[in-house]
């Protein structure tokens, strides 16, 4: 159909599909960031190469919906190709940002685009975080129940546009719009304001990720016991009778550690081996990862009579060698 000079039609022209136009390598490749997701990569990588996030579902031959937050649990292989090759990322870079086969899978929030007022959304993220990024983008770890606060500004999660109320809908946007803009209202979600959490509850919180963090390095066969638990979390802290943690929102799920910070511990400690009792044990009294691995360095600079200041475990050191060293420490100190 083609119009007259008066406008009273429209012209249509049939242009050619855009995986037919750039058949060998699309013109722009964007680097993942740390901690990136999958879902959060490919909204930035359709934008810069001039096509919207919903319609870039097309581009990799694939439904529309959610389709970038489906492709976090798992991407098939003629997709994970064209990636690989249109996109220019290596396989190891795909798979890192990806969810699939993770041990805290049942702790991910659900796929869930339309929510209710204390419902859990699919995505949480940090206000903050995306005023820091040159390019904003969300995180793995923003998918998590178990994750409350942001470990860096201190200020709770949010997972909704503050302005409508709604989810996160990176994957519907149909203009060239950044995905830290609200794809229902407009909103700039690095204008929403600082979500107070209570220090207390931040603890419990980074304690709870350090325990999983190290669980998972050892492969220990606890992991389902503990993720069940944590799956609890509500009913043992009084605030969501029948409901597991994954299914309440970042406001519920941030009263609810509020609640469990004030009780006994025992909870997450209890274990029917002994040894994981003890050493979650140590990694809630000392506060977390850091606190423990200072302790260490504390004992051992005793028993080797050397100066607290002659060397420091160094960044990025293997936790579950360093537990077990303490652990030896702790039975010589006894002794």
């Given at each position: 159909?083609?119009?007259?000079?008066?406008?009273?039609?429209?012209?249509?022209?049939?242009?050619?599909?855009?995986?037919?136009?750039?058949?060998?390598?699309?013109?722009?490749?964007?680097?993942?960031?740390?901690?990136?997701?999958?879902s959060?990569?490919?909204?930035?990588?359709?934008?810069?190469?001039?096509?919207?996030?919903?319609?870039?579902?097309?581009?990799?031959?694939?439904?529309?919906g959610?389709?970038?937050?489906?492709?976090?649990?798992?991407v098939?292989?003629?997709?994970?190709?064209?990636?690989?090759?249109?996109?220019?990322?290596?396989?190891e870079?795909l798979?890192?940002?990806?969810?699939?086969?993770?041990?805290?899978?049942?702790?991910?929030?659900?796929?869930?685009?339309?929510?209710?007022?204390?419902r859990?959304?699919?995505m949480?993220?940090?206000?903050?975080c995306?005023?820091?990024?040159?390019?904003?983008?969300?995180?793995?770890?923003w998918?998590?129940?178990?994750?409350?606060?942001?470990?860096?500004?201190?200020?709770?999660?949010?997972?909704?546009?503050?302005?409508?109320?709604?989810?996160?809908?990176?994957?519907?946007?149909?203009?060239?719009?950044?995905?830290?803009?609200?794809?229902?209202?407009?909103?700039?979600?690095?204008?929403?304001?600082?979500?107070?959490?209570?220090a207390?509850a931040?603890?419990?919180?980074?304690?709870?990720?350090?325990?999983?963090?190290?669980?998972?390095?050892?492969?220990?066969?606890m992991?389902?016991?503990?993720?069940?638990?944590?799956?609890?979390?509500?009913?043992?802290?009084?605030?969501?009778?029948?409901?597991?943690?994954?299914?309440?929102?970042?406001?519920?799920?941030i009263?609810?550690?509020?609640?469990?910070?004030a009780?006994?511990?025992?909870?997450?400690?209890?274990?029917?081996?002994?040894?994981?009792?003890?050493?979650?044990?140590?990694?809630?009294?000392?506060?977390?990862?850091?606190?423990?691995?200072?302790?260490?360095?504390?004992?051992?600079?005793?028993?080797?009579?050397?100066?607290?200041?002659?060397?420091?475990?160094?960044?990025?050191?293997?936790?579950?060698?360093?537990?077990?060293?303490?652990?030896?420490?702790?039975?010589?100190?006894?002794k």
């Amino acid at each position: 159909m083609s119009g007259d000079e008066t406008g009273s039609g429209v012209a249509i022209e049939v242009r050619e599909r855009y995986r037919d136009i750039v058949r060998n390598r699309w013109p722009m490749a964007i680097d993942p960031q740390p901690d990136e997701l999958l879902s959060s990569w490919l909204h930035r990588l359709a934008i810069a190469n001039g096509v919207a996030s919903r319609w870039f579902a097309g581009v990799l031959g694939i439904g529309e919906g959610m389709w970038s937050a489906r492709l976090d649990h798992r991407v098939p292989d003629d997709v994970a190709t064209l990636l690989k090759q249109q996109g220019d990322v290596a396989t190891e870079a795909l798979s890192a940002m990806t969810m699939e086969g993770r041990v805290l899978t049942p702790l991910l929030l659900p796929l869930r685009e339309k929510a209710g007022r204390n419902r859990s959304t699919w995505m949480q993220y940090c206000p903050l975080c995306l005023v820091d990024d040159e390019a904003p983008y969300f995180r793995r770890h923003w998918r998590l129940a178990t994750r409350i606060s942001c470990f860096v500004h201190g200020c709770g999660l949010r997972d909704r546009c503050p302005a409508c109320r709604s989810g996160i809908a990176s994957f519907d946007q149909t203009e060239l719009i950044p995905q830290h803009f609200c794809v229902r209202c407009g909103f700039d979600l690095r204008r929403a304001s600082k979500i107070p959490v209570k220090a207390a509850a931040r603890l419990l919180e980074k304690c709870v990720d350090d325990i999983c963090t190290v669980e998972m390095a050892k492969g220990s066969i606890m992991m389902g016991g503990l993720v069940s638990r944590l799956l609890r979390a509500p009913v043992l802290a009084g605030v969501a009778s029948g409901k597991t943690l994954t299914n309440l929102s970042a406001s519920a799920r941030i009263l609810c550690f509020e609640h469990l910070a004030a009780k006994p511990n025992d909870w997450l400690v209890a274990d029917e081996d002994s040894a994981a009792t003890h050493w979650r044990r140590l990694v809630l009294d000392a506060g977390g990862h850091d606190g423990l691995i200072g302790r260490l360095a504390d004992l051992m600079d005793k028993h080797q009579r050397s100066p607290r200041s002659v060397r420091l475990p160094r960044p990025g050191a293997d936790l579950p060698a360093l537990l077990s060293a303490y652990a030896r420490v702790i039975g010589v100190e006894a002794k």
